[in-house]
Structures are given as C-alpha cells and as structure tokens.
C-alpha cells in the first residue's frame, strides 16, 4: 500500500520511492528528485571506491553478497550466519546475548559448535553494576527497591574482543544496548534475534498490523 508522507520529503527517503530505480538496470527507470542518486552522487561513487580499495571492507562486502545470493530463499538466518563466517575465514564467534535469551543463546551456541564453530559467549549483565552506581534513580527502575544489575554492551565488546572473535553476533539485546554493543564491537557484528517482549521477538508484526491491531502507532 502506497503512503504519502506527512512532512516535504528530502534526500535521503527511500521509503517512499516507488520506481526502485537502484535496482533496475542504469538508465531504464527515472528515479524521483529526492533519490539520493540525483542529490547525492558525489557520497555515492566516493562510497564505490571505498568497496574497491579497502581490502577488508571489499572482503565483507563480497562474502555478504555471495552468501545472500547462495542462500536465497534456501537457508535459515541461522545457517546464513554460519555460511558469512566460513566465508570470511572467522572460526571463533562471539555471542552477545541478553540475559533473558539464555536459552535461546544456548541452543544458537550448539548449533555453531555443531557447525565447526569455536564460541565466546557474554551476558548483557556481566559486571553486575548496580543501576543506582550509573545514576539511574529508584523510581526508575523496572523494579524500584529490588538490585537490579546495568546492562553492560561495552563490557560485552570488550571481552569477545579479548577473546578475538572474528565475528559476533546479537542474541536480544534491548534497545541501545545493542547500538552500544555494535559502536564497539572490534569484530564484525550481525544479528540473529531482535529483542521485542511484547511480540515474541518479532517486532515486524507490529508494522504487519499497524493498520488494525496496532493502528495507535500511526
């Protein structure tokens, strides 16, 4: 369904393109002014050579590639992971999870053991820091009176870096512990489960039913 936007689009807006001209061949379809290939061009081919010229960012973005195409429609995200890490060469893969997701940590930690895979494992809770020690107030607690441990991304980085994992991946962490988590993770980081309490972990089904089910959120 088609949706006008409620402010003047400007570059970049990409949701509300409905030519798609990035993805058909140069020069068959017109992409409309706001594209960030009409405003943009400049940041576009700078971008291009960066693919070219640095060798571990022209690795990734190849084995990426390759794994999409050789999976499509095919494998799990499970399997495409473990795929990308045979294909960059990581053989230690890091698990930054949330404390919450320790079973589904543990099952996704056999499954790449399983696979050949050496893990590296951390608790978003690691360091049990008291939230009042950071400055959070009681009142501000999911629980006010009761100890409740700071959630600890940075430390999680930290420790799969010092493990020297070559590739980590996100096990529900909450949102912006996992954009902490990612801002300093020294290996190259995925996701695998996407933190949503409410829906099971599967936050797209509110976009599914933000017409009806969810329509407050419009």
């Known amino acids: 369904m088609k949706t006008k936007p409620k402010t003047p689009i400007t570059s970049p807006a990409c949701t509300y393109c409905f030519v798609k001209a990035c993805a058909s ?24 050579q960066r693919y070219k010229e640095d060798d571990q960012l022209h690795q990734i973005a190849l084995e990426a590639a390759r794994t999409e195409a050789s999976g499509y429609l095919v494998r799990t995200r499970v399997e495409d992971i473990m795929d990308f ?55 501000e607690k ?20 010092n493990a020297g994992t070559q590739l980590n991946v996100v096990i529900g962490l909450c949102v912006g512990h996992d954009s902490l988590f990612f801002m300093h993770s020294v290996a190259p980081a995925t996701v695998l489960v996407v933190k949503d309490r409410v829906l099971g972990h599967n936050p797209v089904a509110a976009l599914y039913t933000s017409h009806s089910y969810y329509k407050r959120l419009k």
Not at 121 to 134: D, N, R
Not at 144 to 159: R, T
């Open 25 to 48: 061949c140069p020069d068959s379809l017109q992409p409309p002014q706001f594209c960030a290939m009409r405003q943009e061009p400049a940041i576009l081919e700078a971008v291009e």
């Open 85 to 139: 890490a045979r294909r960059i060469g990581a053989v230690k893969i890091g698990i930054a999870h949330c404390i919450g997701l320790m079973e589904e940590a543990r099952i996704a930690a056999d499954i790449f053991m399983a696979g050949g895979f050496e893990i590296q494992s951390v608790c978003c809770k690691v360091g049990a820091i008291p939230k009042e020690e950071v400055g959070l107030q009681e009142s």
């Open 142 to 161: 999911i629980l006010p009176g009761s100890f409740e441990p700071f959630c600890n991304p940075v430390a999680q980085a930290e420790l799969l870096a």
